[in-house]
Nanobody, 115 residues
């Protein structure tokens, strides 16, 4: 059983930074797709960033140039460094892991950006 534990959310003023972490425990495949989505109440969950097999990275257009995703394979942990935060970045951020055809989600962490 794989568990995803997120940390690092919080409140920050516009222009500030936060770093989210997502630690995966359990059986982790060497090839996987791990990253972040976010969700605002009443809206669909939207893609933020992903890292594939520890190397390939993709970002949503709305966060390019501001967010950086990175991975620590030894710790099975993915990080999301968020800079130049905007009020529209306010959401619950969910970590996900896709491996061997199975998708799992973390519990979510709240990020609130005030203007």
């Amino acid at each position: 059983q794989v568990q995803l534990v997120e940390s690092g959310g919080g409140s920050v003023q516009a222009g500030g930074s936060l770093r989210l972490s997502c630690a995966a425990s359990g059986s982790i495949a060497k090839t996987n797709d791990m990253g972040w989505y976010r969700q605002v109440p009443g809206q669909q969950r939207e893609f933020v960033a992903r890292i594939v097999d520890g190397n390939g990275k993709n970002y949503a257009d709305s966060v390019k140039g501001r967010f950086i995703i990175s991975g620590d394979n030894a710790r099975n942990t993915v990080y999301l460094q968020m800079s130049s935060l905007k009020p529209e970045d306010t959401a619950v951020y969910y970590c996900y892991l896709l491996q061997l055809g199975k998708l799992q989600w973390g519990q979510g962490t709240q990020v609130t950006v005030s203007s």
